[in-house]
Every structure is written in structure tokens, then in C-alpha cells.
């Protein structure tokens, strides 16, 4: 099999990644989203402006955790398409064998 270019990786890394957000069901990136807004709702107001008015302290703490819940899915979704870094180069893996 020919070695796949660093832009066919990221290409296969990215559609994995777009495919996570916009499908359809419990564990996409929207339904993860909207259930921890649902969660974390009512520390925000009704008419929040985020750019007009200084943020609250507890939202950073929220801010980190939803970066900390998303950027786990995305690890993961980024460790099936078996990338791994040789001689400072992206390469695609099957088994951990390097192709």
C-alpha cells in the first residue's frame, strides 16, 4: 500500500471528525453539546450579551470542563484513523504497523 501524504491523513482525521459533530445521535458533537448546555443553563442569563459585558468567574470553570467532555471525543475519534508521528511526519498506521 503507498504511504498516504500528510494532507490524505488529515483529510481522513477531519472527515472523521465532521462526521462525529453533524451525525445523528446520542454520543455526535451536537447531542453532546446541547446536553451540557442543558446542564450548565442556569448559570447564564436570559439576554447574556458574551462580547458586551464582562463574563462571570464560574463560566471559565465551565468553559474548561466543556473543553476537557469535547476534546476527549475528538482524541478519540483522531486514535481511530491510527495516525502516529515518524521522523517529524504524519503516517497512517494498520495495527500499529506504519504504512
Excluded: P
Aim: proline share 0%; with cysteine.
Amino acid at each position: 500500500m503507498a504511504e498516504k501524504s500528510n494532507q490524505e491523513i488529515i483529510e481522513v482525521v477531519m472527515s472523521k471528525i465532521e462526521t462525529f459533530y453533524f451525525s445523528d445521535g446520542e454520543d455526535s458533537g451536537e447531542a453532546i453539546f446541547k446536553s451540557f448546555a442543558s446542564k450548565h443553563a442556569q448559570l447564564f442569563e436570559e439576554d447574556c450579551d458574551a462580547l458586551g459585558s464582562e463574563n462571570k468567574l464560574e463560566y471559565t470553570a465551565v468553559y474548561n470542563e466543556f473543553c476537557q467532555v469535547f476534546e476527549q471525543h475528538i482524541e478519540r475519534k483522531k486514535q481511530t484513523c491510527l495516525i502516529r508521528f515518524r521522523n517529524h511526519r504524519l503516517v497512517w498506521c494498520v495495527s500499529g504497523t506504519v504504512l
